[in-house]
């Protein structure tokens, strides 16, 4: 600081060192304001060229830099999108395999848009996690992946006015994001299928049974059987909840109840796989005696032994799409929701 000839400060910017400028020092060198300097070094309309040019000219002689979480709070932005799943337990596992696939889509379509992702884990139960992520300014919005008391979850995002966007059939006919596969039409790929393949008694091990991804899923098996003629009968109808014990489980619950039975379409890649454990421990040979087509086609579908004959969802792409949309909604308010199609992929269990 140092004073004029009436002893008044005079402010002065010394430029020993050329770095460590601020905004407010730009403007002072280009005698504009700090708004103008903000507009100019990003490339706003607003700004004439001439202008643009001498406020980028010293902003990179004194080696000026961006501050970015300065200027995203400035912004009220964090460039930071909650990816929402349950807390099952402590740590990812197995059963956790179509999750961490859709993650990676979604962290590759938010990585393409400048955007990070935090992994949020909630209580199905707990009501206020969307407002204090929101309300902390730590992230601008939600991929909702919960299935359990999904409606309660998008009620209460949609009440606090979060933007989000959710994976699976939307219930209602509520104004919001979704992607969701044509769960319809892949239950009914499955079932004519195993139809075509001569199957006469088709099983249906489905999700659980109030979901509605699940109960499509068994519609279109369920029509794809009335038109052949079939019959739909209760003993070859069961459910899990997608884990591989549940899917053993349920296996083994219709090889009781229908011993006869040929074929079964499950729900899940996880849950088909641990079918076929507990088909093959009651003696019985995939595909010869029983054939088995699954849903999704996770990785690790082509690497089963037999590999296994899948309904897939392309699920890389679907999270991906997750990741735009959202953003979409972020940058322009436009709300879209996508039918992702499905498609038969033969393998050796069926």
């Given at each position: 600081?140092?004073?004029?000839?009436?002893?008044?400060?005079?402010?002065?910017?010394?430029?020993?060192?050329?770095?460590?400028?601020?905004?407010?020092?730009?403007?002072?060198?280009?005698?504009?304001?700090?708004?103008?300097?903000?507009?100019?070094?990003?490339?706003?309309?607003?700004?004439?060229?001439?202008?643009?040019?001498?406020?980028?000219?010293?902003?990179?002689?004194?080696?000026?830099?961006?501050?970015?979480?300065?200027?995203?709070?400035?912004?009220?932005?964090?460039?930071?999108?909650a990816f929402v799943t349950h807390a099952y337990h402590n740590e990812f596992t197995v059963n956790d395999l179509f999750?961490?696939?859709?993650?990676?889509?979604?962290?590759?379509?938010?990585?393409?848009?400048?955007?990070?992702?935090?992994?949020?884990?909630?209580?199905?139960?707990?009501?206020?996690?969307?407002?204090?992520?929101?309300?902390?300014?730590?992230?601008?919005?939600?991929?909702?992946?919960?299935?359990?008391?999904?409606?309660?979850?998008?009620?209460?995002?949609?009440?606090?006015?979060?933007?989000?966007?959710?994976?699976?059939?939307?219930?209602?006919?509520?104004?919001?994001?979704?992607?969701?596969?044509?769960?319809?039409?892949?239950?009914?790929?499955?079932?004519?299928?195993?139809?075509?393949?001569?199957?006469?008694?088709?099983?249906?091990?489905?999700?659980?049974?109030?979901?509605?991804?699940?109960?499509?899923?068994?519609?279109?098996?369920?029509?794809?059987?009335?038109?052949?003629?079939?019959?739909?009968?209760?003993?070859?109808?069961?459910?899990?909840?997608?884990?591989?014990?549940?899917?053993?489980?349920?296996?083994?619950?219709?090889?009781?109840?229908?011993?006869?039975?040929?074929?079964?379409?499950?729900?899940?890649?996880?849950?088909?796989?641990?079918?076929?454990?507990?088909?093959?421990?009651?003696?019985?040979?995939?595909?010869?005696?029983?054939?088995?087509?699954?849903?999704?086609?996770?990785?690790?579908?082509?690497?089963?032994?037999?590999?296994?004959?899948?309904?897939?969802?392309?699920?890389?792409?679907?999270?991906?799409?997750?990741?735009?949309?959202?953003?979409?909604?972020?940058?322009?308010?436009?709300?879209?929701?996508?039918?992702?199609?499905?498609?038969?992929?033969?393998?050796?269990?069926?």
């Amino acid at each position: 600081m140092v004073y004029n000839a009436t002893g008044c400060k005079k402010e002065v910017i010394l430029m020993r060192s050329k770095s460590a400028l601020t905004i407010a020092d730009i403007a002072r060198l280009a005698n504009v304001s700090k708004s103008t300097v903000s507009r100019a070094l990003n490339d706003s309309p607003l700004i004439g060229q001439e202008t643009k040019e001498r406020v980028r000219a010293i902003a990179q002689e004194y080696n000026f830099c961006i501050n970015a979480p300065a200027r995203q709070l400035s912004l009220k932005q964090s460039k930071t999108i909650a990816f929402v799943t349950h807390a099952y337990h402590n740590e990812f596992t197995v059963n956790d395999l179509f999750v961490l696939e859709i993650m990676s889509g979604v962290s590759h379509g938010l990585y393409a848009n400048g955007y990070d992702m935090m992994v949020v884990y909630v209580n199905p139960r707990e009501s206020r996690w969307a407002s204090q992520y929101l309300n902390s300014g730590r992230v601008d919005g939600f991929i909702l992946m919960t299935s359990a008391r999904k409606p309660q979850h998008i009620h209460e995002l949609l009440e606090i006015g979060a933007p989000f966007i959710v994976w699976g059939v939307p219930p209602g006919d509520q104004n919001y994001c979704s992607v969701t596969g044509d769960n319809f039409n892949g239950g009914r790929l499955a079932a004519e299928y195993l139809i075509r393949s001569g199957r006469k008694r088709i099983a249906f091990l489905g999700g659980p049974a109030n979901e509605s991804e699940v109960q499509l899923r068994y519609a279109g098996y369920k029509a794809a059987l009335q038109a052949a003629g079939m019959s739909i009968e209760p003993g070859l109808i069961a459910h899990g909840d997608y884990t591989i014990a549940s899917g053993e489980a349920a296996m083994k619950q219709l090889l009781e109840r229908s011993p006869d039975l040929d074929a079964v379409f499950v729900n899940s890649d996880l849950m088909a796989i641990a079918a076929m454990k507990a088909i093959r421990e009651k003696g019985r040979r995939i595909p010869d005696d029983i054939g088995v087509v699954g849903y999704d086609d996770l990785s690790i579908a082509e690497l089963n032994n037999p590999p296994l004959t899948t309904i897939r969802q392309n699920i890389p792409q679907a999270g991906r799409l997750l990741a735009q949309n959202l953003i979409q909604q972020l940058q322009t308010g436009v709300l879209c929701s996508v039918t992702m199609p499905v498609e038969l992929v033969v393998r050796a269990s069926a």
